[in-house]
């Protein structure tokens, strides 16, 4: 009796299912014809978290300048997985351009790319996606020079020489894994001859986990000088146990971090120079090449320029890999004397 | 006389196995300090425990609210959510208003904990909705009226007066502070668990419900109290996450739940109610701090470390679960012997 | 007409006709809807989630759980991903990833069927360790590359590129299980265990080996599961999966599986899925904020469990009549005319 009343509701379920397919239209979606201005979807790693947030206000403030509308939303964890149902839906409800930061640059190519297929024109920034999947890729600083310039901060504040670890995010985070790389490319460099890579960490953004992970490095390496955290959950922990464990004076720290977060710390000596940019310029800039790139005056042919509203002219240029890459500048340092000047 | 002299041997017996449970703890974390303290460096510096005490201050102080919860045979998956949600509307409390007594920042996490704890128990006992799918649900929503309250911002430390961060950095006597915070607490639950009679009957509504309500305690009200309790304690966490964590945002103390079941669990505590200390849960949380602290100085990849805490946790329920059927056989056969006992007496006469 | 009204009160009709209201919703919401291309390719990022749930269906039906699925699966994948990218074959590669992913259930097996360990702890031990496992195998951005013919099992398309393959995938292990579960002996005796362990054990239910086997169905689908992601997504990394645990559960509770075990069925675990992912697109469609997703999903969750209850009310004792209650005189005149009516009567003494 029972088994005879789920093979009837199965049937009428799959009945209905058959009858709503066959009735639904075959048609695509048209993409809106241009009314007031392209319909822009931010997509970040997730929201909730102030990088994000900073970089759709960016994004909203080119949009009004420009005639744009943009949307700004995605999954509350960083997985990419959560990513594929906003990019699916946004090519559904006629989004021009998908501006889109990737948790993994793999596992959102395959939508992006029918996305593509649909006429959407894809834009990733800070987290890259894999480079057939999108058009041109948004660097706050180009990566060389992030790792470059984290290993300076570092040398400066050491003396250029003693034991120094990395404290990163996540270990399958694509842009903490190239930057570190250059890193390393950097510390075979003459001038950081004396520093010496004992670890590298990580925290996961975590700030639990990134707390414990630095506090092992002071344990398992009491002879540690320096400690560069490429993440602003990393470095506002790390900062932290610093100062709660009087170390800043003996060890210097320095990475990316947001000047809010940073403040208390700076002013205290921990972090005496690290740097960052400016998220929301980050993502008024991914806006700019995204309505460029729809207006076709962008394809991403290298040396292509266009001018991104206040902030001045931009020319695409290389990354490794000979993709296409428009860079916002160099990055912000950010010190003692001038961490007052900046609220973000 | 034979009858109650016999369930008395029982009842010592029960004891005596259960602190062999604790004894059991005690004995593994010896041994892995032992370990750690030959094979790592720094293990055994002042320093290195300080770091443990913190570390573990905040898991301790949610996973006795946890355990409150685990004795009557239910679960509270949405703790994390809590300690977040709550640390958030400290935080931001603070931030607006710097000369806020901290005893009332405390005071107001508490409550928003409670407030949160108490919707969990109300859906668990009123609208009888089994209690992980409640606080799976809870945990979700909880998490998601996070991110509508901070609206995609934080709170920086910099806008957090320094005697309120100083909690996390201060050790008086020698003890960081937020371990005395743990400190106090434990021995506040360990006395409501064993002493308040209240307390009591949520080992008893853990083991036998039926029996428990047979025996007169209003079981639903227990279980709301459990709930709203867990919440509190979840709340106070929050205060203390603040305090440790100052750059509070919307996903402050994701999967946190983990670690705090984790820590029960290992430290005894039984999922299916009844069973369990306050004693035990702090040797199991030092115990998971100490194994994972231990790993790290070995410089083992963090990968072995999550393997080897999620072998620690098999390992622990098994030797618990070998421990219980040794209790219970012993038992059967005790009373198998007072049984016959008594039988004899009887056909003696 | 009788099978109708019995119909009306399932709990897979409330769930077809919530699919049905979300649809109608979404169809105000976005023309976009209702387009042949969309609604064929909603389930397809949900797809490896609505396996696992499928096999942990399984395991919660004879009242057990297990929350290792997405570990499992991220082992899977990269024993998987490392084996092909070091030259082996993909097919036998995916194969070994199979094996792998039964062999880590029947772990969970044994100790939860053989030595009879909670499951809940052990699969919180083992969720862990997994995952360890799984990045000790391939810690780092993972494999992409891999051969069409492979991927396509989870990211092709048919019938004019509007057919995914993976939800052929998902319709064809949905008939498969769902004859296993309510057509077979085996499935039988999962219903039984979950109603009452002991007494499927005294009927002769081989209880041991039939746990031992729905763990290593649930360790199998997740690699299932984990073929389809790499294929619908294109990279295999340890953290694939992450937080869909929370996804894989809700799909089953919301089926109307019976988290104390016993009581549930496949449809209606496809169904859920169906309803989640739908109302997802419709409020992606809306453009609401992820975070108030995961309220409305968490609410949703509340009001089917409440619903639930209510329906078994229903069945149990029929629609509440309204009846005026009777005043306390009333009553009192009740008892007196029925004392004076019958004084002799046993009910005097």
């Known amino acids: 009796m029972h088994r005879k009343r789920l093979l009837v509701l199965f049937g009428l379920v799959a009945a209905a299912v058959l009858a709503v397919g066959l009735a639904a239209g075959g048609s695509s979606a048209k993409t809106t014809k241009k009314q007031a201005g392209y319909k822009i979807f931010v997509l970040p790693k997730l929201i909730g978290v102030n990088v994000f947030t900073e970089n759709g206000k960016g994004a909203k403030e080119a949009a009004k300048e420009l005639g744009d509308s943009v949307t700004y939303n995605g999954p509350t964890e960083a997985s990419a997985a959560k990513q594929v149902p906003f990019i699916n839906a946004a090519v559904r409800q006629g989004y021009n351009a998908i501006i889109i930061s990737a948790n993994d640059p793999n596992a959102v190519a395959p939508a992006l790319k029918r996305a593509a297929q649909r006429g959407v024109k894809v834009i990733s920034y800070d987290g890259d996606v894999a480079k057939d999947a999108r058009t041109i890729f948004v660097s706050p600083p180009s990566a060389q020079a992030i790792g470059a310039f984290q290993v300076e901060w570092i040398g400066a504040q050491t003396g250029y020489k003693g034991e120094i670890a990395i404290l990163s995010a996540t270990p399958t985070a694509a842009n903490q894994n190239t930057w570190i790389k250059f890193m390393k490319a950097t510390l075979k460099k003459p001038k950081y001859k004396n520093l010496k890579l004992v670890k590298v960490a990580y925290g996961n953004d975590n700030p639990t986990d990134s707390a414990k992970e630095t506090q092992s490095l002071l344990q398992a390496y009491p002879n540690l000088k320096g400690i560069i955290s490429p993440t602003t959950v990393g470095i506002s922990s790390a900062a932290q146990v610093l100062q709660q464990e009087n170390k800043c004076k003996t060890v210097a720290l320095t990475g990316l971090g947001l000047p809010d977060q940073m403040r208390k710390y700076v002013k205290q000596g921990c972090a005496k120079k690290f740097g960052l940019w400016n998220e929301r310029d980050f993502g008024y800039l991914a806006a700019y090449v995204a309505h460029n790139v729809l207006a076709g005056k962008l394809s991403g042919k290298l040396g292509q320029t266009f001018k991104a509203g206040r902030l001045g002219n931009r020319t695409v240029v290389t990354s490794d890999g000979n993709s296409p890459v428009v860079v916002l500048g160099d990055p912000l340092v950010f010190t003692p004397q001038n961490i007052d000047k900046y609220h973000f | 006389m034979t009858a109650l002299a016999g369930r008395l041997r029982a009842q010592h017996l029960a004891e005596a196995a259960f602190r062999l449970r604790e004894l059991g703890i005690g004995v593994a974390l010896m041994v892995a300090i032992a370990f750690f303290s030959i094979r790592a460096t720094n293990f055994l510096t002042a320093g290195n425990w300080q770091d443990i005490a913190k570390d573990v201050a905040i898991v301790v102080v949610v996973a006795i609210g946890e355990t409150m919860v685990i004795l009557t045979r239910n679960i509270d998956l949405s703790v994390g959510s809590i300690v977040g949600l709550s640390a958030f509307v400290c935080a931001d409390t603070l931030a607006k208003h710097p000369g806020l007594p901290l005893v009332l920042a405390a005071l107001l996490a508490i409550a928003v904990g409670f407030g949160l704890g108490l919707v969990n128990g109300l859906l668990v006992v009123v609208a009888r909705i089994p209690a992980i799918i409640a606080t799976l649900a809870t945990l979700a929503i909880y998490r998601g009226i996070s991110f509508q309250v901070t609206n995609g911002q934080a709170i920086s430390a910099f806008q957090l007066p320094d005697r309120f961060l100083n909690l996390a950095s201060t050790q008086p006597l020698g003890l960081p502070t937020l371990a005395w915070f743990a400190l106090v607490v434990a021995l506040v639950g360990a006395a409501i668990l064993r002493w308040a009679p209240w307390g009591r009957d949520f080992y008893a509504i853990g083991s036998n419900p039926g029996a428990a309500r047979l025996a007169g305690i209003p079981a639903g009200r227990r279980v709301v109290t459990a709930f709203a309790l867990c919440g509190a304690l979840a709340g106070l966490g929050g205060f203390m996450w603040a305090a440790r964590f100052p750059n509070v945002d919307a996903v402050a103390a994701t999967d946190f739940e983990l670690d705090v079941i984790t820590a029960a669990v290992i430290g005894g505590v039984n999922v299916f109610g009844g069973s369990g200390s306050v004693l035990g849960v702090v040797l199991g949380a030092v115990l998971v701090a100490t194994i994972q602290d231990g790993f790290t100085l070995l410089q083992l990849s963090e990968f072995w470390k999550m393997f080897f805490n999620g072998f620690a946790i098999v390992v622990a329920v098994a030797l618990d679960a070998l421990v219980t059927q040794r209790l219970q056989e012993a038992l059967r056969r005790r009373r198998r012997a007072e049984v016959l006992e008594q039988r004899y007496a009887e056909a003696g006469t | ?349």
Not at chain 3, 4 to 30: D, F, K, M, N, Q
Not at chain 3, 84 to 104: D, I, P
């Open chain 3, 1 to 349: 007409m009788r099978l109708v009204g019995r119909l009306l009160v399932r709990w897979e009709t409330l769930l077809v006709i919530a699919i049905v209201g979300v649809g109608i919703w979404s169809v105000t919401l976005s023309p976009f809807f209702l387009v042949r291309a969309n609604l064929l390719d909603l389930l397809t990022p949900y797809v490896f989630i609505g396996l696992m749930a499928f096999g942990l269906t399984f395991v919660v039906i004879a009242g057990e759980i297990d929350i290792s699925v997405a570990s499992t699966l991220a082992v899977s994948v990269v024993t998987f991903a490392q084996l092909f990218a070091n030259g082996v074959n993909v097919w036998l590669a995916a194969l070994v990833g199979l094996v792998v992913a039964t062999a880590l259930g029947l772990v969970n097996g044994l100790l939860v069927g053989i030595l009879n360990l909670p499951s809940l702890a052990i699969t919180l031990g083992t969720l862990a360790a997994y995952q360890g496992l799984a990045f000790v195998i391939l810690s780092g951005e993972g494999v992409a590359e891999f051969p069409t013919r492979y991927t396509d099992l989870g990211g092709g398309y048919v019938w004019g590129n509007q057919l995914p393959i993976a939800l052929i995938v998902l319709l064809v292990f949905a008939l498969v299980l769902g004859v296993v579960l309510h057509a077979t002996r085996f499935g039988r005796y999962l219903f039984a265990i979950g109603s009452n362990s002991e007494a499927a054990r005294l009927s002769g239910i081989p209880v041991a080996r039939v746990r031992v086997t729905i763990f290593m169905l649930s360790g199998l689908m997740a690699g299932i599961a984990g073929v389809v992601y790499v294929g619908s997504f294109g990279s295999a990394r340890a953290d694939a999966a992450q937080g869909s645990l929370l996804d894989v559960v809700t799909a089953v509770v919301l089926g109307g599986v019976n988290i104390f075990g016993g009581a549930g069925s496949l449809l209606g675990v496809l169904l859920a899925l169906v309803l989640v992912a739908e109302l997802r697109n419709g409020m992606q469609l809306a453009n609401l904020g992820g975070d108030t997703q995961n309220i409305v999903i968490g609410v949703l969750l509340l009001a089917a469990i409440v619903a639930g209850n209510v329906i078994r009310g229903i069945e149990a004792h029929g629609f509440p009549r309204l009846e005026l209650r009777r005043s306390r005189r009333e009553v009192a005149a009740g008892q007196r005319a029925e004392a004076t009516t019958f004084p002799n009567s046993p009910k005097g003494r």
